[in-house]
């Protein structure tokens, strides 16, 4: 078993940055992808970036993609998004997602543990 823990999210004004983290402990695979995603009341979860073990390999929304980063620190099993240029409409909870194989896919069906979320808030 795997355990997901988020930090970092928060209320910001539209323009400003956050840096999420997600610390992964308990069985964690030799090598394996991470993700992050976020889910808007009344919407879908959505795919937001993923990132290889290596951190060679990273896929972004097209929707976030020159504003967000994601990256990782093996040593410390975790992972990070930085946002940037943060919109109201980036407002959601943010999931990050464990992926036992190292090959980053973007649908939420392709992650098989969970953190319990951070809530992420842009006020215009």
């Known amino acids: 078993q795997v355990h997901l823990v988020e930090s970092g999210g928060g209320l910001v004004q539209a323009g400003g940055s956050l840096r999420l983290s997600c610390a992964a402990s308990?069985?964690?695979?030799?090598?394996?992808?991470m993700g992050w995603f976020r889910q808007a009341p009344g919407k879908e979860r959505e795919f937001v970036a993923a990132?290889?073990?290596?951190?060679?390999?990273?896929y972004y929304a097209d929707s976030v993609k020159g504003r967000f980063t994601i990256s990782r620190d093996n040593a410390k099993n975790t992972v990070y998004l930085q946002m940037n240029s943060l919109k109201p409409e980036d407002t959601a909870v943010y999931y990050c997602?464990?992926?036992?194989?190292?090959?980053?896919?973007?649908?939420?069906?392709?992650?098989?543990?969970w953190g319990q979320g951070t809530q992420v808030t842009v006020s215009s």
């Open positions: 997602a464990h992926r036992r194989r190292d090959i980053v896919v973007v649908t939420p069906l392709g992650y098989d543990y």
């Open positions: 308990g069985r964690t695979y030799s090598r394996f992808a």
């Open positions: 990132v290889s073990w290596s951190g060679g390999n990273t």
